[in-house]
Structures are given as structure tokens and as C-alpha cells.
């Protein structure tokens, strides 16, 4: 029934302009959508009055980054070790599923602490097949959701990707943001920007995206000297 509710307001939101899903015209592509002209005006109207909310009232400092950053800010953060989910293949069918959420779901246990040994055992053990087909299931392995490109041709060609959470622009900027600061702590950064995942399965509409805009603020101060006004209320 949700479903259906959810489906018929989707409908409904194309129809009106709102949004639709991305390269339509050639058969789209899972986890992309397009703002419409109602949409689009909607979430602009959005992100002004969150600016003027963390910008103009809260005087945090705005940045705004560049979405492909150099691959040493995420071997330095820790993305391109940790910034993945356990997946499992259908050997039949070759549908990709969580590991951890089809456990959970079968086994109704918790999987948090489960590491990718510990998820192959359980599924084993417990004889857990693919839900599509009922087919045996691949090995589990690490799926780093961040999507990879090239900056530059040859020799001087460089590896990087599109950022998983706008949040990196502002840490590899601290230092030039502390010297606009007046080298004075507490201070905040804001930003409004895109960030991009390469989610397993993108859930149906805007639900779960490959693509999507984040507003984000970064409050620095010195932990031994909490002096930020607003400290308590956090």
C-alpha cells in the first residue's frame, strides 16, 4: 500500500515538473534524477534559506569545492579503505545484494560488527540463497561506493574521484580557512554541493541517490577551550 502511495506521488511529480529520472529518453540510469522547473526552483528556495540561516545568521564562512578531488585526500581520510559495503553475487542470476542487510534479514540478527569472513560464515552456515532466484551466493567481498576517474593525459594522468560527502573540502581547506579567520578559533564553515555514491542498489525515486545535493557546516574549535557560544546547545 505504501508502495502504491509512494508510486502514485512519483507520478504525480513528474507530471508537474518536479522531477524525473536522468537520460529518460534512453532508458535512464539507476540512482540519477533530473529538477524539473518546479523542482528545481524548490530546491533552490531550499538551499538560500539554509544560507541564510548557517551563513548570514550563524556567520560560518561559505566555501565551495570542486566535486573530483585527488585520490591522496581519501587515502589520507580513509574512504578508499573504509568507505565500502559488504556485497554478495548471485552465481546464477548475478544479482548484487548488501551481505549485511540480506543477513540481517534472514537471519534476524545484527550485522554491525561483522566483517567480511563473518558474513561468508553466517551465509554459508545458515544455507542463505539468493531472494531473486533462490541460486547459490558468490563469496563476499568490499565494494568501495566511491566512483574513480582520471584527471590529465600520459604520463601525467592522476587518479582521483568525485567526493562521497562534501565534507572533504572543507578539512583539506582548514589552514586557508583559519588564516580568513584571523587564525581565531572557533569558526564555521558552510557549503552546499553534490556528492556522489555508487550505491549498491539506489532505492526507487529520491529515496536513495547515486547523486545528490548535500548542505553541510563544519564547526572547528580547540577542544581544551570550548568557547563557542552555541557549544551547549549542540
Known amino acids: 500500500m505504501a508502495e502504491r502511495k509512494y508510486d502514485k506521488i512519483s507520478a504525480i511529480a513528474r507530471r508537474r515538473g518536479f522531477f524525473w529520472p536522468s537520460s529518460e529518453l534512453y532508458g535512464g540510469l539507476a540512482g540519477f534524477y533530473d529538477y524539473g522547473p518546479i523542482g528545481a526552483l524548490l530546491k533552490q528556495n531550499i538551499e538560500k534559506v539554509w544560507k541564510k540561516i548557517f551563513i548570514a545568521q550563524e556567520g560560518m564562512l561559505l566555501l565551495d569545492t570542486p566535486n573530483v578531488m585527488a585520490d591522496s585526500v581519501f587515502q589520507a581520510s580513509g574512504h578508499l579503505e573504509h568507505f565500502a559495503d559488504p556485497l554478495v553475487t548471485c552465481t546464477d542470476c548475478n544479482t548484487n545484494f548488501r551481505a549485511d542487510k540480506l543477513v540481517e534479514e534472514k537471519l534476524k540478527i545484527k ?35 566511491m566512483f574513480g576517474t582520471e584527471v590529465g593525459p600520459g604520463e601525467e594522468k592522476r587518479i582521483a574521484y568525485l ?61 581544551s577551550d570550548k568557547k563557542h557560544p552555541c557549544f551547549k546547545e549542540v
Open 111 to 145: 550485522t554491525e560488527a561483522m566483517g567480511v569472513d563473518e558474513l561468508n560464515g553466517a551465509i554459508i552456515a545458515n544455507g542463505v540463497a539468493c531472494p531473486k532466484c533462490k541460486g547459490k551466493l558468490g563469496e563476499v567481498y568490499k565494494f568501495n561506493l
Open 163 to 223: 567526493r562521497p560527502e562534501t565534507a572533504q573540502g572543507a578539512f583539506v581547506s582548514f589552514e586557508r580557512l583559519w588564516e580568513v579567520a584571523r587564525k581565531k578559533l572557533p569558526f564555521g564553515a558552510g557549503f552546499v554541493g553534490r556528492s556522489y555514491r555508487n550505491e549498491i542498489s539506489p532505492r526507487q525515486g529520491m529515496i536513495r541517490l547515486r547523486e545528490f545535493s548535500q548542505a553541510e557546516a563544519e564547526v572547528f574549535f580547540n577542544p
